[in-house]
T-cell receptor, first 117, second 114 residues
Framework: DAGVIQSPRHEVTEMGQEVTLRCKPI?????LFWYRQTMMRGLELLIY????????DSGMPEDRFSAKMPNASFSTLKIQPSEPRDSAVYFC???????????????FGPGTRLTVL | AQSVTQLDSHVSVSEGTPVLLRCNYS??????LFWYVQHPNKGLQLLLK??????LVKGINGFEAEFKKSETSFHLTKPSAHMSDAAEYFC????????????FGGGTRLMVKP
């Protein structure tokens, strides 16, 4: 398996622009997670899907952030409008967990490094 | 609530000497514990995982960790460091009460001197 796939790997944009990050989870995995990593705050969970349904989005910073999972093999994280403080590495992870609440190993993608000027 | 404390933000060892990265956790239930490694500009890779089976867990690249409930610790060790071990290491806890959520420690940066 190719593992979790994220695109783009790097994104540089100007403040105010819309940014869309993409993730393809491992085939057969039922849970998908979006994380943000910064020097100041470390790794933060933004949102978590199980069977394509958002289970917990309490980590989403504000209304400028939105995430969708239209099918089992694709998810997007959108920032509109983007701000310089959104600059970070965004990771997508997936796990087998069939039920929300079942602990399982998460497998991480390579991340998208976002720079907002 | 669950939490993880990695006691050292930076650890420096010489190549060929043992590695010890310390981790203490707090969990209200029987936890699952993980160690992940992140090489520069890379994603997180699972090193090993404890899920209430054997308390001594062996992982990839010669790493192992021992779950000690009485000490609420899950320290990561390796007998002999290699230059390629230089990376950031994260101790992670997940328990039933927190669902499928992972709580990450702050990370320990391991430096390996030649």
């Amino acid at each position: 398996d190719a593992g979790v796939i994220q695109s783009p790997r790097h994104e540089v944009t100007e403040m105010g622009q819309e940014v869309t990050l993409r993730c393809k989870p491992i085939s057969g995995h039922n849970s998908l997670f979006w994380y943000r990593q910064t020097m100041m705050r470390g790794l933060e969970l933004l949102i978590y899907f199980n069977n394509n349904v958002p289970i917990d989005d309490s980590g989403m910073p504000e209304d400028r952030f939105s995430a969708k999972m239209p099918n089992a093999s694709f998810s997007t994280l959108k920032i509109q409008p983007s701000e310089p403080r959104d600059s970070a590495v965004y990771f997508c992870a997936s796990s087998l967990a069939r039920l929300a609440g079942a602990g399982d190993t998460q497998y991480f993608g390579p991340g998208t490094r976002l720079t907002v000027l | 609530a669950q939490s993880v404390t990695q006691l050292d933000s930076h650890v420096s060892v010489s190549e060929g000497t043992p590695v010890l990265l310390r981790c203490n956790y707090s969990s209200s239930y029987s936890p699952s514990l993980f160690w992940y490694v992140q090489h520069p500009n890379k994603g997180l890779q699972l090193l090993l995982k404890y899920t209430s089976a054997a308390t001594l867990v062996k992982g990839i690249n010669g790493f192992e960790a021992e779950f000690k409930k009485s000490e609420t610790s899950f320290h990561l060790t390796k007998p002999s460091a290699h230059m390629s071990d230089a990376a950031e290491y994260f101790c992670v806890v997940s328990d039933h009460n927190a669902g499928n959520m992972l709580t990450f420690g702050g990370g320990t940066r391991l430096m390996v001197k030649p």
